[in-house]
């Protein structure tokens, strides 16, 4: 072939790819995430930093959840850092330029499931923009602080990579605001710095914790030769280890402090064989062990922190499992709660007010408290909605009811939608613990299931309190069962039966009644991996957090429950197609699988009885890449889906019920989505924030797609029809519509609710019918809008359409005008809506410049209405009849007052009979008026006048209310309000016709 041909053809062939429709981010348009909480639990709060001079401001950060900003001392917060990974190490503000904060990203206090961060942000506005300011490999700060005397040097602590070794920990340093970093102070690639601490009225002197340390998925080590503590005098240039009475042997994890008003005291809390906190006057040359209460070897990986007070020298908090305080300088703790104390364990941030030492915002997992008399006494924050959900699921109920377990805080169930928007009061505890799986009984509503840590199951009735432990125990001969943290509790595809993993399958055909076991052990039953009796390092801590070598992930198959997949904690991906009598290990055929990797999650696939979809999760070996695989053949051969476009490792995947080649992954990093059978995948942004994505369930009679995410709560996104028909074909036309699910008119009561501006509110999806089209560029030149048409086509209005590229979504209000009403001082809260169209067939014309392009838009009635069609079109005839009847008074009452007004010019210049005439129709005019509508103004309305108007709109009101048969007193009270507009007119009309002429000529 000629050269000069095939390079020709070459390029028409990328021409031809360059205009086909591209999947980008802007492909999903108006698709947006919608945040129902809950915050009624909160959840884990990893720091809190005040301004000094305005407490009233506050910042805090969560562990997965962001960082929030409140400008009323807690009352409302705002997120400040939604375009950033979720987890928050540190924030610090530049006191002396309180608009300037400084966020470390990645959190500190390292238990099993932390998240990671990306680096260093500075804002220089109070938190409306960011700006990236280096140390991208450092995955977690600790503590960043900034030179009292000039505001561009800054510290911060790197405690770094917790999973495997890096070079990258250390104390680092910039003098020119965050352009650029010098580290300071490094020992190995296994301890990265805890903690740094300045002394104030000093800033040339620094101390700084170094902590060795290492996480595995089966064990956790605190402790090593790389712990120890430096100070430097001379702002970080060199640095002396100051262990002078401090224990000998190995360290762990050291909390530093120095006194606020006593700036020689530098306190040190010392994991050990011993731990205790230690106290120096000498700026760290010498100690003296203060106190080993029990309280000091409380968790020291998980509490670290040490908090003198900044009034009273003496007086200096611990907090921990609970909080402590100490008024002997450091000598006894004790609570300082006496007459309170209500607040969720687990602290781990504590601000202290300097200018009034009462006063302290305080981090839990539970969220945010604030004190007010030094500890005694705590508010809860309840507008903080960062809870930590491990799993999601739904019912069928109207409006259906999400349920899920969260991170130390329960399993909780909440309505999906609710009049006035969803409360923190709306939401029930079902379940204990760290919450993980939990689900609605689809036979009994009222009964559900809800699983805590260590594979302990429950089935609950949430009403009468009943409740059954249903956790597996082993049979006859059966040593040990080995349960994960998060155990899977799963119910199958296509039977319904309950499937529980330890290191073997158990299967309960009788939910939870019995159990069978169904398979050998899947597991690698490595015992290297089974010592979690040692697991801590010096602190032995075993909260089954650390438990392997046990089944993670189970999917029966929709069309045969003789198909089942498995995969563990170390590893193994497992398939049984004969109802469990034989498994076979599929690890050999699938490419670049990690060895010792959690199999994260196994979706067997919806449309193919052959098919599974894998993530796997290999961070836990330091491994943060993306594994994500298909397999169409029962494991014998693999694809892997894995792209450059994903980002964080991998939690869940799920495919769509409906499109065979729609599929979810949530990450560490977010949402991503394939329309394309996993071949190209996308974040949505749109109010799905980068936090972990660790569930993903559908609701299919709605079409919502619900999240499970790990620190912004409950996030639902609503009707992902169109994303549904985002097809090739779609992708590759200029304009497509796309379809919706079915509009319903909604029904249910609203709420007469006063919960104050403390509280988070769930948003409801839009009650609007909704058009969604596809755009394959962004429209710029001529007009575009929408025309919506009756079945007669008789056009209704018009609307301004979309024009962004992508998917666009327009909220189309299904209701006329309100009906003009009689003028008064006071609105007629009754008739301020217009009634509804009626359920039918509509057609959409959108005008896209000199396109028009037209489409079917259908309104139907609820499906919970259970009136009859006849019940249903009276209503519809008494709501018309009302809406005519009040805009026939208003009519009338206008023509009464453009008569009074005409008189009321007449008078100025009659004179004799026809001054008396003129103002005794003036009279006339100002009674019917008053017979007709209330003339008194009043507070909210109430004027204790009832006329005409008000009672015609009480009865639209009424009618409106009620999309059933109104009530007989009704429709005759109609019929009487109408002979009195009627009567109204008739005078009127005779008073223009007949008396006004001879007055005005």
């Known amino acids: 072939m000629n050269l000069r ?21 802007a492909t999903f348009g108006d698709f947006a995430g919608r945040h129902i909480g809950p915050a009624r639990m909160s959840g884990r709060i990893s720091c809190i930093d005040a301004e000094i001079k305005n407490p009233d401001v506050v910042w805090v950060g969560a562990a997965g959840g962001g960082v929030w900003k409140s400008i009323n001392r807690g009352t409302t917060f705002k997120s400040v850092f939604d375009e950033y990974p979720q987890s928050a190490g540190t924030i610090a503000i530049d006191q002396n330029h309180p608009d300037t904060v400084w966020v470390g990203t990645g959190e500190v206090w390292t238990r099993n499931s932390v998240s990671v961060g990306t680096g260093i942000y500075k804002t220089t506005d109070g938190g409306e923009k960011w700006e990236f300011m280096g140390l991208p490999k450092s995955e977690r700060i600790g503590r960043i602080l900034i030179d009292p005397v000039n505001s561009d040097i800054v510290y911060a602590a790197v405690l770094g990579a917790l999973w495997g070794d890096s070079e990258e920990r250390g104390v680092y340093k910039t003098t020119d605001g965050g352009k650029s970093w010098t580290r300071l102070l490094y020992v190995n690639p296994s301890a990265g ?66 006194s606020p008003v006593k700036p020689h005291y530098l306190y040190a809390l010392v994991e050990s064989e011993k731990s205790a906190l230690y106290r120096s006057s000498d700026r760290g040359s010498s100690w003296e062990k203060m106190s080993d209460q029990y309280m000091m070897s409380d968790r020291p990986f998980y509490y670290s922190l040490i908090v003198p007070d900044p009034v009273e020298p003496e007086r200096i908090y611990k907090p921990g499992t609970m909080l402590w305080v100490s008024t002997s300088g450091g000598k006894v703790f004790q609570s300082p709660s006496v007459t309170g104390g209500r607040y969720h364990s687990d602290t781990h941030a504590l601000w202290v007010n300097p200018a009034n030492n009462r006063f302290m915002y ?113 049979g006859e001969g059966v040593g040990e069962l080995r349960f994960n943290w998060n155990t899977p509790s799963v119910f199958g595809k296509k039977t319904g039966w309950l499937y529980v993993g330890a290191q073997y399958l158990f299967r309960s055909k009788d939910r939870g009644d019995s159990f069978e076991r169904i398979s050998p052990d899947l597991t690698t039953n490595d015992p290297s991996r089974q010592q979690q009796e040692k697991s801590g390092g010096l602190t032995i801590d075993n909260s089954t957090a650390e438990n392997n070598t046990t089944i993670f992930t189970v999917s029966e198959s929709p069309f045969d429950e003789n198909i089942i997949w498995a995969g563990t904690d170390d590893g193994k991906i497992q398939l049984t197609t004969d109802g469990g009598k034989n498994w076979t290990r599929l690890n050999d055929a699938v490419p670049g699988l990690p060895a010792y990797a959690f199999i994260s999650h196994i979706d067997a696939d919806n449309f193919n009885k052959e098919g599974a979809w894998v993530t796997v999760d290999a961070h836990r070996n330091g491994d943060m890449n993306p594994y994500v695989y298909y397999t169409g053949d029962l494991g014998k051969t693999w694809t892997s889906l894995a792209t450059a476009d994903i980002k964080g490792f991998c939690h869940v995947i799920k495919q769509d019920p409906v499109n065979p080649d729609l599929v979810f992954l949530g990450t560490e990093m977010g949402l991503f989505v394939s329309t394309d059978h996993g071949k190209i995948w996308v ?88 058009v969604a089209y596809y755009l394959k560029k962004r429209h710029v030149f001529g007009d575009m809008f929408l025309e919506i048409y009756d079945s007669e086509g008789t056009f209704l209005k018009k609307l301004p359409a979309g024009n962004r590229k992508g998917i666009n979504i327009v909220r189309v209000a299904t209701s006329i005008d309100p009906p003009k009403v009689p003028k ?53 005839e008494t709501l018309m009849r009302a809406y005519a009847l009040l805009e026939e008074l208003a009519s009338v009452d206008q023509k009464i007052l453009d008569a009074r007004d005409t008189l009321k010019k007449r008078e100025a210049t009659a004179r004799g009979s026809a001054l008396k005439k003129t103002k005794s129709l003036i009279a006339v005019c100002e009674e019917m008026h008053e017979k007709i509508s209330a003339t008194q103004s009043g507070e909210g309305g109430i004027t204790g006048q009832v006329r005409l108007r008000e009672n015609i709109g009480e009865i639209y009101g009424a009618v409106a209310g009620y999309p059933g048969k109104p009530a007989d007193l009704q429709i005759r009270a109609l019929d009487n309000y109408t002979r009195q507009v009627k009567d109204f007119g008739e005078r009127i009309e005779n008073m223009i016709a007949k008396e006004m002429p001879g007055l005005i000529k």
């Open 5 to 25: 041909h095939l390079f020709i053809g070459i390029t028409w062939l990328a021409c031809i790819t360059g205009l086909r429709g591209q999947v980008t981010e």
């Open 193 to 258: 710095c805890a903690e740094i601490a300045m002394e104030p009225g000093d800033p040339s002197v620094i101390y700084a914790s170094m902590w060795d340390f290492r996480r595995e998925a089966h064990t956790f080590r605190s402790g090593g030769p790389g712990s120890g503590l430096y100070r430097s005098t001379d702002g970080g240039t060199t640095w002396d280890n100051i262990h002078n009475g401090l224990p000998s042997g190995t360290l762990g994890r050291i909390a530093i402090a120095v």
């Open 362 to 474: 305080m981090g839990t997992d539970g969220g945010v408290y604030i004190s007010e008399d030094k500890g005694n006494t705590w508010r809860f924050v309840e507008s903080l909605p960062v809870s930590q959900f491990y799993h999601v699921s739904v019912d069928n109920e109207s409006p259906y009811n999400v349920y899920g377990g969260l991170q130390d805080n329960g399993s909780w169930m909440g309505p999906s939608r609710k009049p006035g928007g969803i409360t923190n009061s709306d939401w029930k505890n079902i379940g204990y613990g760290d919450g993980f799986y939990t689900y609605a009984d689809m036979t009994e509503p009222d009964v559900v299931y809800s699983q805590y840590q260590g594979g302990r199951i429950s089935r609950s009735n949430y009403r009468t309190g009943d409740s059954k432990y249903i956790k597996p125990f082993p």
């Open 683 to 770: 974040r949505i942004k749109n109010k799905v924030p980068q936090t972990g994505i660790y569930d993903i369930a559908f609701q299919k009679r709605e079409c919502d797609l619900v999240l499970a995410t790990h620190g912004r709560g409950i996030i639902i996104i609503d009707d992902i029809t169109p994303l549904r028909h985002l097809t090739r074909e779609v992708l590759d036309q200029e304009f497509a519509f796309l379809p919706v699910r079915p509009h319903y008119f909604p029904s249910g009561m609203g709420s007469q609710d006063f919960p104050g501006d403390a509280e988070f509110t769930g948003t409801n999806a839009s009650s609007a019918a909704t």
């Open 824 to 876: 008064s001082p006071n609105i007629l809260g009754e008739a301020a809506f217009g009634p509804d169209y009626p359920a039918g067939k509509y057609t959409v014309k959108l005008v896209k410049g000199t396109e028009t392009y037209p489409t079917e838009l259908i309104l139907s009635d609820s499906p919970d209405w259970k009136h009859t069609e006849a019940d249903r079109k009276l209503q519809r």
